[in-house]
Each structure stands twice: as structure tokens, then as C-alpha cells.
């Protein structure tokens, strides 16, 4: 379903991946830790070409792009890739000037060209679906962070992305409002919806992956089951950086 191979970006001088491969099924959940800095929200980014990558290649079912030779990338494949695609960001970035239905309805409108009747109903149903249908009329300022967080992910949804990858979905929220966040993404993932989440939550972490890698500096220390990277992590900085969190 996705498949990365030596995959590399860097920002001027600092190279940020030095090589990453990975792979995920279809329905499966994919968890990202590892120390800040060490290349997690530049990866995910890479998933929907919101970076585009150095080097490497991208798959993610039916749509493949090497990006080694930069003169042989095209556009359609881009951009059929970046709709297979949907995102969450950790400030969430809803469109201040619409409402809660109409942040997730316009994805319909102007990327699938649903009328505005069915992006009504399939939005009204997803915001149902995060426990936010009375907030269908409410403005981003009137919400709490907790709340524009579901409306992000019901507009996540609405363009039905065959993934949807989360980049801290919980980092800019109060304590006191991170678990509807993630009882809403854990919901998903008992759905079967195939999805890549970039996490600081390790109990989190632990309880909806199906795969979980571990970054360091640019690479992946370690992947595996929850088990396996978080109880026995075989790379001694894999186990530095585990033990500095308990
Ligand atoms: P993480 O998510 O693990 O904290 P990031 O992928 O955000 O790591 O960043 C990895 C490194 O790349 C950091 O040193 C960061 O400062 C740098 N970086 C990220 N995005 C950019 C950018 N657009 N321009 C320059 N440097 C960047």
C-alpha cells in the first residue's frame, strides 16, 4: 500500500533523511517517535509531497514516484498522490472564515467536485462521526482546540484518502483535551483506516500501532510492533531515548 526506499531530503547544508525505507499495509496504523529534531514531521510531509524529497521513492497504491532523477518527476503523479492523501496538522489550520461544515465541505467542493447538497451530507455525517454535530454552525474561535482538532480530522476524511497521516495531532492541545483527540483517531483505526501518525503520546503509541519506527538523526533506529520497539528495543540510543521518557 506504502512503500518508502532511500529516501533523502536535506535543507541547504543539513541533511535531514539519510536514507529511510518503510512500508505499510492497507488498514494498518503507523506510529513515528524519536527525539525532536530527528526528521519525524519531515518524513510524514515527504508521504503527501508537502516536502519534496531529494532522493528516493514514494509508492502509495497505484501511484509511484522516484524522485532520484528530478527531470522525469511529473505533475500528475504529484498530484495524484497528494490526493491520496489527507492530513491533520498539530495547529489544526482550519479556515478561520467558515464554519465547522464548511471547513468540511470545501475539500469536496473544490478538489472532487461533489455539489455542495452531498458535501453537506457527507460532512454533517463525519462531524456526527467526531462527536461534533451540534458545532456544525460554530466558527474555529468558537471551538475549543480539542474540538477544531475533530473538524480537522472530519475534513481530513472528507476527500476519502486512501491514508491520513497525523503530524502531532496532540502537541497544541491542554492535557485536559487530548484524549477526545485521540479516542477519535483510535475510533479510526478500529475502522480499518490506514494511517501514519507522528506522536510525543506514548501510551497512545502503544495502543494503536500496528507498526511503530523510531528515528534518530535522520534514520530509523528501530521498527517493529509496539513491543518490540518499546520493550525491547535492541539499539542502545533506541533505549536511551525510552528511558529518558519514563
Ligand atoms: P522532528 O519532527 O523529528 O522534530 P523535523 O523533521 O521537524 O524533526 O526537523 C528535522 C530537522 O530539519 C530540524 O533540525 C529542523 O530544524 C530542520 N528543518 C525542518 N524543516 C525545515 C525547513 N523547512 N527548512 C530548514 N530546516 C528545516
Known sequence: M???LDLHKSFGSLEVLKGVDLSLEHGKVLVIIGPSGSGKTTLLRCFNLLEIPDQGSVSL???KINFTDAKRIDQK???ALRRKTGMVFQSYNLFPHMTALGNVMEGQITVQKRTKEEARKRALALLDKVGLADKADSYPHQLSGGQ???????RAMAVEPEVLLFDEPTSALDPELVGEVLKVIKQLAREGMTMV?????MKFAADVADRIILMDDGLILEQG???EVLEHPRNPRALQFLNRLN
Not at 477544531?148 to 472530519?154: G, H, K, N, S
Not at 501518525?197 to 503520546?201: A, D, F, K, M
Request: proline fraction near 4%; aromatic fraction near 0%; glycine fraction near 0%.
Open 61 to 63: 497504491a497505484d501511484v
Open 197 to 201: 501518525i507522528v506522536t510525543h503520546e
Open 225 to 227: 510492533s509496539p513491543q
Open 148 to 154: 477544531q482538532q475533530r473538524v480537522a480530522i472530519a
Open 77 to 79: 503523479s504529484m498530484l
Open 2 to 4: 506504502i512503500e518508502i
